[in-house]
């Protein structure tokens, strides 16, 4: 059964279409993932879902209630984690916790057993009265996600939750998602991570641009791009040299990454010689070079010809 | 020559702080040009107002000796002369009786509420008159109008607890919504289940307990400390405090929808709320800035705020005396706050 319906929800920042007529079903119970690289619209798509922005055009059913006539018991029943900590430095956790979720009608005895016990999954049990600026970023993001589920919400938004977070943290993170999950809140996450919305979502929107650009679960969608395989080389490379790799026979697709270079092909061993041959003629550095299968970042590089950027 | 290109470095930093800036140059300039046009010129004594009642050679001549110190604005009758010092339009008015070419003594009516300007009016009127009639015995009767002793710190409690009050307000509330804005908690409540006009109503009722208990500490640190008599009513003293508090709350929210660190917001509350307590005449008596920075004075919330409280606690006055100056300074906080909430921005 669908929890979050959107209709033709577009918004449209001083003529720059920011949200292009996004239709979507977020299914209840379900780790719903929104992809796609920075400016492509997926935080605008959340802010207007959880009614801090008014869309300029259609609108979002979350819960049976309209995002545009109901703001409030829209916002009575979603829990949103911000890309930003909105959390107060000179509280503590538990106070910070406290005053959030007195605002979400959380009161008493039952506000301190939920305070109690969310500061238990998060694993900050031993920094109940420590006040947040002494808080690691870690320790900052967990909080911050107990936050936004201080109210036991139907749904949490979690937009960017481990942006600029170092692997260790952004893995115990993914661990606290899946926790959320298991106890059947949905959830509606943003990443510009392929690798996360790859472990953690049931089904990923791609977006790029203000529009979906592919749909479905992470092997559907890895599947939808053919029987590519993915040349995977770790190496500052040159601009020049993707131009150069495109002219390559059985080369389908070719492009710098954050770390290096991707080549898309249906013949990796066919072609392998030849990219490295080109990689040589460039005088490029080779720190590593792998034939893998392929990720989300292919899917989106197959279908926008760029690559999802930190 | 490393250093030069560390000096180098500091200087363009230094060029792009705002803050910095604002404080090195404009906010000095302004303090300085504020002092200079006030006292650049020599100290100006406020018009004497005169009821001349003896038209003789003698008391002409007298009041020509007087000319050459004051201005000098003549009233029809003693009554003009000592109402229009109680109602605040003159610091002295001296009255010239009938029998003054016979001996007869200067009446000299003066506000000390108005501080050292009126001391020093009187002293100085005193000092003509003696020199007039050549030594002998004081030719002048001094009668103070409000007829009880005025003490210095009800100048200073109210004038720097308006100024206080008015900083703390102003800079609290714009700094912490700025905060709030940088951190995402501002976002964060908006995300909550709650009206708008409780969040904003959060924080100007936060402000104003705390503008409340400056002017409470403040005062009991006057009165218990150093003696300050209030002859007027606590309660009116209280009305008064709570219109400066909720118009410095009115400023700060305005602050708020335009700066975008706390820096700048303090810069942008500083800029306003000095040049007003100068002109308002929390500092000093507004009657001895020239007659046109007066003109300005008048019109500014502060000086109608400094107004209403001398006349409560000095002069023990009622609501009735006092209510223009309260409507005045209730229009400004209207308006301020009107604007602020106006311009508010709710969306980044």
Request: aromatic content about 8%; hydrophobic content about 45%.
């Amino acid at each position: 059964m669908p929890i979050v319906e959107i209709r033709d929800l577009s918004k449209t920042f001083n003529g720059r279409k920011a949200v292009d007529r996004l239709n979507l079903t977020i299914e209840e119970g379900e780790l719903f993932g929104l992809l796609g690289p920075n400016g492509a619209g997926k935080s605008t798509t959340v802010a207007m879902l959880s009614t801090v922005l008014q869309p300029t055009d259609g609108t979002a059913i979350v819960s049976g209630h309209d995002i545009r006539k109901r703001p409030k018991e829209v916002r009575e029943i979603i829990g949103v984690v911000t890309q930003d900590v909105g959390l107060y430095d000179d509280l503590t956790a538990a106070e910070n916790l406290a005053y959030f979720g007195k605002l979400h009608g959380v009161e008493g005895g039952k506000l301190r057993k939920r305070v109690n016990k969310i500061l238990d999954i998060v694993q900050l049990k031993d920094r109940t009265k420590s006040r947040v600026k002494t808080f690691s970023g870690g320790m900052k993001h967990r909080l911050n996600l107990a936050v936004g589920l201080i109210h036991k919400p139907e749904i949490l938004f979690l937009d960017e939750p481990t942006a600029g977070l170092d692997p260790a943290a952004r893995l115990s993170v993914w661990e606290l998602i899946k926790g959320f999950q298991a106890e059947g809140t949905t959830i509606l996450l943003t990443t510009h991570y392929m690798e996360e919305a790859d472990y953690l979502c049931d089904r990923v929107a791609i977006m790029d641009q203000g529009k979906i650009v592919a749909l479905g679960t992470p092997a559907e969608l890895k599947r939808s791009i053919g029987k590519l395989e993915v040349i995977e080389v770790k190496a500052r490379a040159p601009k020049k040299l993707v131009a150069k790799l495109r002219k390559i026979r059985k080369v389908e697709k070719a492009e710098i990454t954050s770390e290096g270079l991707r080549v898309l092909t249906p013949a990796a061993d066919a072609v392998l010689s030849q990219v490295v041959k080109s990689l040589a003629d460039e005088g490029v550095h080779m720190d590593s070079l792998n034939i893998i299968q392929p990720t989300l970042e292919d899917v989106f590089i197959k279908l926008t010809g760029r690559a999802l950027r930190d | 020559m490393k250093f030069l290109t560390c000096a180098a470095k500091d200087l363009r930093l230094f060029t792009r702080d705002r803050t910095g800036l604002f404080f090195t140059f404009l906010f000095p300039f302004l303090l300085i040009g504020i002092f200079g046009l006030i006292f650049g010129a020599g100290y100006r004594l406020p018009d004497l107002h005169v009821a001349q009642e003896d038209n003789g050679q003698l008391a002409n001549l007298y009041v020509s000796t007087l000319e050459n110190v004051f201005k000098i604005h003549k009233v029809e009758n003693a009554e003009a002369a000592e109402q229009n010092v109680r109602n605040g339009l003159a610091v002295v008015g001296l009255v010239i009786p009938e029998n003054f070419s016979r001996g007869g003594k200067v009446r000299l009516f003066y506000d000390p509420a108005k501080g050292d300007i009126a001391i020093s009016m009187k002293a100085t009127i005193e000092s003509v008159t003696q020199r007039f009639w050549a030594g002998g015995e004081s030719p002048v009767e001094s009668q103070s109008v409000v007829g009880r002793e005025i003490h210095a710190m009800q100048h200073f409690v109210p004038g720097w607890s308006i100024m206080f009050i008015l900083m703390t307000a102003g800079i609290g509330i714009a700094s912490t919504i700025v905060v709030e804005r940088k951190s995402g908690a501002f976002k964060r409540n908006l995300l909550a289940p709650i009206r708008r006009g409780s969040f904003l109503g959060g924080h100007v009722f936060s402000a104003f307990v705390i503008g409340c208990l400056q002017l409470a500490v403040y005062f009991a640190f006057g009165i218990l400390v150093f003696g300050m008599p209030v002859y007027g009513s606590p309660l009116l003293v209280a009305l008064i405090g709570a219109l400066v508090v909720f118009f410095g709350v009115g400023l700060g929210l305005l602050v708020s929808s335009f700066a975008r660190t706390t820096d700048a917001a303090s810069s942008a509350v500083w800029a306003v709320i000095m040049p007003m307590s100068a002109l308002g005449g929390l500092w000093w008596a507004k009657e001895m800035m020239p007659a046109w920075m007066q003109s300005i004075s008048n019109v500014l919330p502060t000086t109608h705020a400094m107004d209403s409280f001398r006349a409560v606690i000095m002069r023990g006055e009622g609501l009735a005396a006092i209510a223009p100056s309260l409507a005045v300074l209730a229009g400004f906080t209207i308006v301020v706050l009107a604007l602020a909430l106006k311009l508010f921005r709710w969306e980044e």
